[in-house]
């Protein structure tokens, strides 16, 4: 009976310890079978999530090539020529448009340093090609400001090959930024053949009809001037008031022909510069000395601001640069009111890159909205219509001109009611020499 019992123990483990391995394999099998269906699951949705990537990529490349075909068409249908450098002045970017105007290929010019695909130029200075336009890029590289040249700037423009004939240009040279840095310059470039022919016709035009009004008004001087100095005619009061009246206006009209003169010969760089080494103190003292009467007469105060130490001779045109300073000076007085007590000062001084000399004056000022306009072509702002009837918006347009072509520069500060002062700087060498067939003719006549 016991060893029944023994026995029967012995088959019960036997039992129980297959049933609990069967329950440990039937659970781990379990768990296994969950995992490798969940493994499964996960994979299935990865693959999914890859096939949408896969096809929003797809679309996105689509969407890029469809962008890039409509710049690609953009930027090869343009009716100017574009070339963009990077930063090693390279062209990375060139357009049908550029080619043919360079007589050369997109594909010839990619990729060459800049310098052998073409030179902007100024007309009247052939000599160092590259280096002007190499100066060009690297100032619009530089900033602030975008570099614009219009027709009326005589630039021009010359291909890789030297023997096709170079051709006038109207160009703009912007910084390529990228992040907010200056990476290379994008220029937009057009021939302006037609344009300078039809400015060159206008001028033509002018200088003509200016030379033809000065002959009859030089006769019309001299006989006003033998009938004022004609002590033995006897003359009323009332006739000579009359004649002195009609000089004055006669005077007015030579000056503004010979300013119609100058224009025309300023724009077609016909003008020489000859400039000669000049004491600028006694100079400016010499322009001043001819404004004091008039400046007597009203309750102006006149003040020359000498520099602290002698300045050593600078090359100036005398003619040119007094005009400039006279424009200055008669606009201060001009538009700054006589019947009340106002200062206009001139200062010489010498500045770090140059020697400047400005006019300020206490008088109307330039309105904000105008001041933008004030170097162009017969500007005058309302108030100084209102203040002086009688100026003819070309003082300053001329003397932008000859500061330009003599290497100066000439800007102004001004606050409206406040008054004005305008500065011009002699570069420390002086002013550029320029040959030209013409010397500026007459200037201002009071
Ligand atoms: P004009 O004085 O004969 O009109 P300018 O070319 O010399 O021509 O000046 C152009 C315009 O600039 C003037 O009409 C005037 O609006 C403005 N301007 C120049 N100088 C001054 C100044 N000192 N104060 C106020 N406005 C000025």
């Keep these: 009976m016991l060893q029944f019992l023994f026995w029967l123990s012995q088959q019960l483990n036997l039992v129980f310890i297959i049933a609990i391995s069967v329950l440990v394999v039937g659970i781990i099998g379990q768990r296994s079978i969950y995992q490798i269906q969940r493994q499964i699951r996960i994979r299935k949705e990865a693959e999914e999530k890859m096939r949408l990537y896969a096809k929003d990529i797809e679309i996105a490349k689509i969407e890029i ?149 000065r002959t009859p008004l030089t006769v019309i001087n001299w006989n006003l001037e033998m009938l004022l ?15 002195k009246d009609v000089y004055k206006e006669s005077q007015r009209m030579v000056a503004l022909v010979n300013d119609l003169l100058n224009v025309s010969r300023l724009q077609s760089g016909r003008v020489k510069i000859e400039p000669v080494a000049t004491d600028l103190e006694d100079f400016i003292e010499d322009i001043i000395s001819a404004y004091r009467p008039l400046l007597s007469q009203s309750k102006r105060a006149f003040i020359f601001k000498r520099p602290k130490r002698r300045l050593p001779a600078v090359p100036v045109d005398r003619i040119l640069f007094r005009q400039v300073i006279d ?88 606050k409206e009611g406040h008054g004005s002062t305008f500065y011009a700087l002699l570069p420390v060498t002086g002013m550029r020499e320029k040959s030209g067939e013409k010397k500026f003719a007459g200037g201002k006549v009071e």
């Excluded at 000076?329 to 200062?343: E, H, M, W």
Aim: charged fraction near 25%; hydrophobic fraction near 35%.
């Design 327 to 414: 424009n200055f000076i008669t606009n201060a007085i001009r538009y700054s009111p006589a019947d009340k007590n106002s200062t206009v000062t001139v200062a010489l001084a010498k500045m770090k890159d140059g020697y400047q000399v400005s006019v300020t004056d206490e008088g109307i000022g330039i309105p904000l909205a105008d001041q933008e306009h004030i170097f162009e072509k017969l500007f005058r702002s309302d108030n100084a219509r209102l203040a002086a009837s009688d100026g003819s918006g070309l003082g300053l347009y001329i003397s932008r001109m000859i500061m330009d072509s003599g290497g100066c520069k000439l800007w102004f500060e001004s």
């Design 65 to 213: 090539e469809k962008q890039k075909d409509q710049l690609d068409s953009i930027v090869s249908s343009m009716g100017e020529g574009l070339l963009v450098c990077d930063d090693k002045k390279r062209c990375i970017l060139v357009n049908q448009m550029a080619g043919s105007l360079l007589r050369s290929t997109p594909s010839d010019l990619a990729g060459k340093p800049v310098q052998e695909c073409v030179s902007f130029f100024q007309a009247n200075d052939k000599e160092g090609r590259q280096s002007q336009f190499v100066g060009l890029l690297e100032e619009a590289m530089t900033g602030p400001d975008i570099i614009t040249k219009a027709a009326v700037d005589h630039f021009f423009c010359q291909g890789p090959d030297d023997h096709c004939t170079a051709f006038p240009v109207a160009l703009v040279i912007a910084p390529l930024l990228k992040k907010g840095k200056s990476a290379g310059t994008i220029t937009l470039f057009r021939d302006s053949t037609r344009e300078e022919r039809i400015d060159e016709m206008k001028s033509e035009f002018v200088s003509v009809a200016s030379h033809q009004l």
């Design 229 to 243: 100095e004609e002590k033995t005619e006897k003359l009323s009061t009332r006739q000579e008031q009359y004649i």
